[in-house]
Nanobody, 124 residues
């Protein structure tokens, strides 16, 4: 199973980017997927989760970012609007075969598969 994240780049504050995460590897179709990010000198943190159709957002991005899943393409997306310099980080997608209980879905430790990360840089 491989996750391929792409779509990052350099954008000015207030701009938008759309990240994609493709899943490959036979018939694997995860029931829990998420986006996490890690800024320089900081720990990795959760951004948004798609958990068997239920979505969660961190307080920092709620109202600006939208997570979605195209089951036909086995791809996860993250539409990021109103980007801020503090959104600058490497963004990782993660997946788990099974749905995760609500209490654990925001924890990176509950995800088995990880993509390689894509850099998002927001200039002021």
């Amino acid at each position: 199973v491989q996750l391929q994240a792409y779509g990052g780049g350099l954008v000015q504050a207030g701009g938008s980017l759309k990240l994609s995460c493709g899943v490959s590897g036979g018939s694997f179709s995860p029931n829990a997927m998420g986006w996490f990010r890690q800024a320089p000198g900081k720990e990795r943190e959760y951004v948004a989760i798609w958990n068997a159709g239920t979505t969660y957002y961190s307080d920092d991005v709620r109202g600006r970012f939208t997570i979605s899943r195209d089951n036909t393409k086995n791809t996860l997306y993250l539409q990021m609007n109103g980007l801020k310099p503090e959104d600058t980080a490497v963004y990782y997608c993660a997946a788990n075969r099974n749905r995760i209980n609500a209490g654990g879905a925001r924890s990176e430790h509950r995800y088995t598969y990880w993509g390689q990360g894509t850099q998002v840089t927001v200039s002021s």
